[in-house]
């Protein structure tokens, strides 16, 4: 979905928002569901416009083959930013999008990143690139962003 201004990019935001908290509780145990219906809020978050910046983010996603499993491939992301002296890791997944789906929903759910605010929290501002807090600013500005009252 490409975002052209601010207006076009409150919408989705809250949406994938509201997705990623589905996917948190349900992996919490506090909400019920088939790992089909699961696996296809990864998908989607996955195919959303926030996993092009993931990498912005310092989040990574590996794969292997796991010896145990018979040599099936396992995907998994991991989260490293400047200054860290190591680094979160997700969950492992069957395939590629569930991986890069579960670190957009962790990406939602950043302390670090304001989403509502446009902007990386003060104590925070040195662990991501220029490029995107450039890119969080010009998406959530708060006269146009989340929360924001649309005018007319």
Aim: proline share 3%.
């Amino acid at each position: 979905m490409p975002v052209a201004t601010n207006e076009s990019a409150a919408p989705w935001i809250a949406i994938l928002t509201v997705s990623a908290d589905l996917l948190s509780q349900h992996d919490q145990g506090e909400v019920e569901g088939g790992q089909r219906e699961f696996h296809e809020l990864r998908v989607r978050l996955a195919a959303s416009p926030l996993a092009a910046r993931l990498s912005d983010a310092g989040y990574e996603i590996h794969h292997r083959a796991d010896d145990e499993a018979g040599g099936t491939i396992v995907f998994w992301w991991t989260l490293l930013r400047r200054g860290w002296s190591s680094c979160e890791v997700g969950d492992d997944f069957v395939t590629r999008e569930e991986a890069v789906g579960d670190a957009v929903r962790a990406m939602l759910h950043d302390s670090d990143i304001g989403w509502r605010e446009g902007r990386i929290v003060e104590a925070a501002e040195g662990q991501f690139t220029a490029a995107f807090k450039d890119w969080l600013s010009s998406v959530t500005a708060p006269r146009s962003g989340l929360g924001a009252v649309p005018a007319g």
